[in-house]
T-cell receptor, first 113, second 113 residues
Framework: DSGVTQTPKHLITATGQRVTLRCSPR?????VYWYQQSLDQGLQFLIQ???????AKGNILERFSAQQFPDLHSELNLSSLELGDSALYFC????????????FGPGTRLTVL | QQQVKQSPQSLIVQKGGISIINCAYE??????FPWYQQFPGKGPALLIA?????SEKKEGRFTISFNKSAKQFSLHIMDSQPGDSATYFC????????????FGKGTLLTVNP
């Protein structure tokens, strides 16, 4: 158990809909990262937050947005969903003591029908 | 543009054998190279990592070999066990204030008993 929690575990929705994925980092970790894992693209970095502020952006679509709240949990919002958005979404966190080490949560499997 | 190329895509090894997975990178600004292990239904977990100032790092049965001039690094799993069967990802990170990881596409390792 990495200490990172993600909810929900599974999400099934329809095209055009909007969903929110939630992540709670390990206790004390200030950095949160979001990754998308699909069969064709592999693990792709989406976005990083550090203590509430956006720190880095990767291959994140404009339909996707994220934020980190004062209690350090983070949410990834996916809107106008398309079939191609079906994937595993992972959250990871890292702390000041070892910023290189990212601890991944169990993921949220999103299925868009 | 795939910045970290990983091979092979899949690997079958007999119990007790040596598993070798290779990765190559283009960006010389990368300064941290971790390997992650992922079991089905779980998030990736950090296995071992290396920085470019050393050529080899060993932790138990797992060894990273690093060749800076060739921009290549590899994971060796000695005395491979059925419990090592998983997907392995190499990754790389640029120096700087953000710690986003660029992943290879993964290698599915199967260790036969």
């Amino acid at each position: 158990d990495s200490g990172v929690t993600q909810t929900p575990k599974h999400l099934i929705t329809a095209t055009g809909q909007r969903v929110t994925l939630r992540c709670s980092p390990r206790s004390g970790d200030l950095s949160v990262y979001w990754y998308q894992q699909s069969l064709d693209q592999g693990l792709q970095f989406l976005i990083q937050y550090y203590n509430g502020e956006e720190r880095a952006k990767g291959n994140i679509l404009e339909r996707f947005s994220a934020q980190q709240f004062p209690d350090l949990h983070s949410e990834l919002n996916l809107s106008s969903l398309e079939l191609g958005d079906s994937a595993l979404y992972f959250c990871a966190s890292s702390g000041r003591g070892s910023p290189d080490t990212q601890y991944f949560g169990p993921g949220t499997r999103l299925t868009v029908l | 543009q795939q910045q970290v190329k990983q091979s092979p895509q899949s690997l079958i090894v007999q119990k007790g054998g040596i598993s070798i997975i290779n990765c190559a990178y283009e960006n010389t600004a990368f300064d941290y190279f971790p390997w992650y292990q992922q079991f089905p239904g779980k998030g990736p977990a950090l296995l071992i990592a290396i920085r470019p100032d050393v050529s080899e790092k060993k932790e138990g049965r797992f060894t990273i070999s690093f060749n800076k001039s060739a921009k290549q690094f590899s994971l060796h799993i000695m005395d491979s066990q059925p419990g090592d069967s998983a997907t392995y990802f190499c990754a790389a990170r640029r120096g700087g204030s953000n710690y986003k990881l660029t992943f290879g596409k993964g290698t599915l390792l199967t260790v036969n008993p």
